[in-house]
């Protein structure tokens, strides 16, 4: 089965909302209140960006509010699942460890597939050039990260 582009794109902007894994596993056991409000407020700019360069109308307002919560909804769930394996660092073997990180990877792989629901119903409500204009802008973003790395 083809993924279409536009999912793929819509992955990769939530990867940038969300914590990243690797950024966790150099935080400090606890993740503090302060910095949780910025990962939300991150997240936050990220859903008002998005809404931005995909020129939401007021008509597809419903189907956008289901892509930013699914967006929030994943970011809670993830973030939450890094902080408890930060809380654990010092307790947890290897294997608890592995188990940890196979946690948030499959809850992560689980918010997508939910993004990917609530995108697709608000990509099927755009018309034609509103949709290539998120085509090119999931394509846009995809190329700034490959040319970070």
């Known amino acids: 089965?083809?993924?279409?582009?536009?999912?793929?794109?819509?992955?990769?902007?939530?990867?940038?909302?969300?914590?990243?894994?690797?950024?966790?596993?150099?935080a400090p056991p606890s993740t503090p209140a302060p910095a949780r409000a910025a990962i939300a407020n991150r997240v936050e700019q990220r859903i008002k960006s998005l809404h931005a360069q995909l020129m939401i109308t007021s008509s597809e307002a419903p189907q956008?509010?289901?892509?930013?919560?699914?967006?929030?909804?994943?970011?809670?769930?993830?973030?939450?699942?890094?902080?408890?394996?930060?809380?654990?660092?010092?307790?947890m073997n290897a294997v608890d460890d592995l188990r940890a990180y196979q946690a948030i990877a499959e809850?992560?792989?689980?918010?997508?597939?939910?993004?990917?629901?609530?995108?697709?119903?608000?990509?099927?409500?755009?018309?034609?050039?509103?949709?290539?204009n998120a085509d090119v802008v999931f394509a846009k973003a995809m190329h700034r990260r490959a040319a970070k790395k």
């Open 1 to 26: 089965m083809k993924i279409p582009s536009f999912a793929v794109g819509i992955s990769a902007a939530l990867l940038l909302a969300v914590p990243s894994v690797a950024l966790a596993q150099s």
């Open 64 to 91: 956008w509010a289901a892509v930013a919560q699914a967006m929030r909804d994943d970011a809670d769930t993830v973030g939450a699942l890094i902080r408890q394996r930060m809380e654990k660092v010092g307790t």
């Open 107 to 132: 809850a992560h792989a689980a918010g997508v597939a939910n993004l990917v629901s609530a995108f697709e119903a608000l990509y099927a409500v755009m018309p034609p050039r509103q949709q290539k």
